[in-house]
């Protein structure tokens, strides 16, 4: 991010110019009480994260992912998740393009899912995202994790400074946004743009004191923000995300006079151009694979979907119903809250929030902040219908799930609110009277909560112990609203320390209770890996349970089960009407899942009843739950190898991954490259998919690719003996290199650019 130099030119420059803007003085790693505070809150992040960090539990998913593990418990009942996607779509997909990156490969295919698709243009892999390349390492999501909280909450901090919020509040403030409730529950991809917010927002600070200065340059942090949001892979939180920078450039752009608005659309429009420069190869080859993909509900449906009423109370009381999916109710209620929650936001944060709406200065950003606030929450919850319609009216907001992905730009936004009023009732900028009478409102609000979350925790069935998660949490959110309204009272240091402490407190707690649920000890039995890698070649297996979908590309396996999104239309076709008639293709993960009806035949029904499919798509081995017996399905299916969570059957009869009929014989090198010695000219067969971006090559010449079977490749090969080859790339994508480098090239000159210059220009 920025460097030293660049700091101590850019964070005096904080809008209003107070005289203490000065105190921010020289940015000297060895001096700056900066420094220390950014240590503080590094320290905070780390504390918050300690029973991962001193193995009380373990965060890796690849034990549960895989199914190949033996139950685990944790430290408290529930999980540390609430999206298993964490694991075989973060984990393995990021995995397997940490391990191209590595060994030289550009990530953009994947042929260990399905019959292959594509990895970069999948979006959720993250496959260009620097910080997946701690996938490739043991627990490295967990490492990855990490990471993105610190670069959040550091970014944070900057940002409150900037802001000139003291140092204790901008501390407090960052550890909130670090240790957040969308980094706290949702630990899948949609996790990695959040922690860019706060730079982009901190560019646009930049941007704008370069335009009060009239310096050149001051966007450079924009561009590299945004990019990397669009590079972490999740378009729908880096999209709500864009959102709040959107919002906090009008602000900056009602803050100066006419010619300071010009010269700041400039820097805002050439930061942004940069960034889409140097996002390039991902936007390119994500863009070309849409047209070609299923989306599911995000065809423009997914903002219609709401959190139900009866899951507010979770919101302010993460816990009311009790640690993540601990409990349950024969109404299936607890069930829809944690399928459809994203996080929550701190109460302390939230209160203080409002609190800053009474105090003055910065109106104009409260304001903006909290219709944010108040439109995200109404998108979320459905509720007022006129409002929850705003948002998703926007381009492209109807194809956004705000309710799961809001939580992080609404978090930003009321930590930044929330500091705004610790400095504003230290300093006075609050009656007591209506500090007052806020807190008794805030005390209902907890009171009416409580009602309400009683409504669901009384039909739980945990016994007594969800009751006493339900009064914790209850007691927890009026202590820290009583605690809030008694500092309110107070001015100066007082006041500041005890609310900074409490915003700390507060977020940090709420976020090291999912920590808990986490496994205390994890043992892979790696028995199936090891037979398929042994005995499994350039065919595919399909699994009824162990080794989940997706993981069988952590260890170079290819696996015909999927679940991710989007995919290819063509697959998804393919598994509707001539794998499982009965499943969701987004799920085809070969257990009782997959979305299919209780009275729907079971996969495995579906798999003899389909045998011949399955084997015409190159599946060679089947994987079932130990003790469950296949029929012999035409002679073909055999139980070749017994291991403790898994038991192997082989097809006698699967298809050859490349094939050409009689007269010709194929010596294969891997999945791309084919030695064949035909007889007579033949069409080669290779089972893979059928998609824009593939070439293939006889001896060096180009040759068409055809499409076979409604979706593999095939082309034509002469007699004799030849080399035939396969490559992948996206269309487009050479340019979109050159976008990068270009894109490069000019934020480098953005970055590098004299300070001092009358004639401002937006580079």
């Known amino acids: 991010m920025a460097t030293a130099g660049q700091l101590n030119r850019e964070l005096p420059h904080g809008g209003h110019g107070r005289a203490r803007t000065a105190s921010l003085g020289r940015f000297e790693p060895r001096a700056h009480p900066d420094v220390w505070a950014m240590l503080v809150v590094v320290a905070i992040v780390l504390i918050a994260n300690l029973p991962y ?169 924009i561009s590299v923000a945004l990019a990397l949001s669009l590079y972490a892979g999740f378009p729908e939180s880096a999209y709500i995300d864009g959102l709040v920078v959107f919002a906090w450039f009008l602000w900056r752009c009602g803050c100066g006079d006419r010619e300071q608005l010009l010269r700041l659309v400039r820097k805002a429009v050439a930061g942004a151009v940069a960034a889409l420069l140097l996002a390039a190869p991902f936007l390119v080859t994500f863009a070309g694979a849409l047209p070609h993909e299923y989306v599911g509900f995000h065809n423009g449906h997914a903002s219609a979907l709401v959190m139900p009423a009866f899951a507010f109370p979770q919101l302010l009381l993460p816990y009311v119903y009790g640690p993540v999916m601990a409990f349950s109710d024969a109404s299936g209620t607890l069930t829809r809250i944690w399928g459809y929650a994203g996080g929550f936001v701190s109460i302390a944060a939230a209160f203080l929030a409002v609190l800053s709406l009474l105090a003055s200065g910065r109106r104009g950003l409260k304001l903006i902040l909290a219709v944010f606030v108040v439109l995200a929450l109404s998108t979320v919850y459905g509720d007022p219908p006129l409002l929850r319609s705003v948002l998703p009216a926007l381009p492209g907001g109807s194809s956004v799930a705000f309710y799961r992905y809001s939580f992080g730009a609404i978090t930003f936004s009321l930590v930044v609110l929330a500091a705004l009023a610790i400095d504003g009732l230290a300093a006075g900028e609050v009656r007591r009277r209506r500090a007052t009478v806020a807190t008794a409102a805030a005390l209902a609000v907890v009171a009416l909560l409580a009602y309400e979350a009683h409504k669901v ?203 050409a009929g009689s007269g010709c014989v194929l010596i294969p090198h891997g999945l791309q490259t084919v030695r064949s010695s035909c007889s007579h000219s033949a069409r080669l067969v290779r089972l893979e998919l059928f998609f824009p971006g593939w070439r293939a090559a006889v001896d060096g010449r180009c040759v068409p690719i055809h499409r076979v079977d409604d979706i593999f490749q095939s082309v034509t090969v002469p007699s004799g003996s030849h080399t035939v080859s396969f490559s992948y790339v996206p269309p487009d994508f050479d340019l979109s290199v050159l976008g990068l480098l270009l894109g490069a090239v000019w934020v480098v000159v953005g970055a590098i650019a004299p300070l001092p210059h009358r004639r401002l220009s937006a580079s």
């Open 53 to 221: 960090l001193a193995g009380l539990t373990d965060p890796n998913p690849l034990g549960p992912g895989t199914a190949l593990s033996v139950d685990s418990v944790g430290l408290i009942r529930g999980a540390n998740t609430l999206d298993p996607t964490d694991g075989y779509i973060t984990q393995a997909l990021g995995h397997q393009a940490a391990a191209d990156v590595l060994n030289g490969r550009l990530p953009l295919w994947n042929p260990y899912e399905g019959v292959g698709m594509p990895l970069l243009g999948e979006g959720q892999s993250a496959a260009l995202f620097p910080p997946t390349l701690l996938l490739a390492i043991a627990n490295g999501q967990f490492w990855e994790d990490l990471l993105l909280e610190l670069i959040a909450g550091l970014g944070c901090y900057l940002v409150l400074r900037r802001l000139e919020c003291r140092r204790t509040t901008s501390v407090a403030g960052a550890a909130a946004f670090g240790v957040s409730g969308a980094f706290a529950w949702l630990a899948t991809t949609a996790f990695n743009p959040i922690a860019f917010l706060p730079w982009a927002v901190l560019g646009l600070e930049q941007a704008h004191a370069a335009s009060v200065d009239r310096r050149r340059g001051g966007w450079w942090l």
């Open 457 to 659: 925790v009384v039909g739980l069935d945990g016994g007594a112990s969800h009751s006493r998660w339900a009064w914790a949490q209850i007691a927890w959110g009026a202590g820290v609203v009583l605690a809030i309204g008694a500092c309110a009272v107070w001015r100066g240091r007082v006041a500041r320390y005890g609310l900074a402490l409490i915003v700390t407190l507060d977020a940090s707690l709420m976020f090291a209770i999912h920590e808990l649920s986490a496994p205390t000890a994890e043992h892979l039995y790696r028995q199936p890996i090891a037979y398929l890698q042994a005995h499994l070649g350039e065919q595919r297996f399909f699994t009824l349970g162990p080794l989940a979908p997706n993981y069988g590309g952590y260890w170079r396996l290819a696996s015909l089960n999927d679940i991710d999104l989007p995919l290819p239309s063509s697959w998804t076709r393919y598994v509707s009407h001539r794998l499982d008639n009965y499943v969701n293709p987004v799920f085809f993960v070969g257990n009782d899942g997959g979305g299919r009806s209780l009275s729907a035949p079971t996969p495995t029904e579906e798999l003899v009843r389909h045998l011949g499919s399955y084997e015409a798509a190159g599946v060679s081995y089947v994987l079932t739950p130990p003790g469950q017996r296949l029929p012999r399905a035409r002679g073909a299916l055999r139980l070749v190898r017994r291991t403790p969570l898994a038991w192997i059957y082989h097809l006698d009869s699967a298809t050859p991954y490349f094939s």
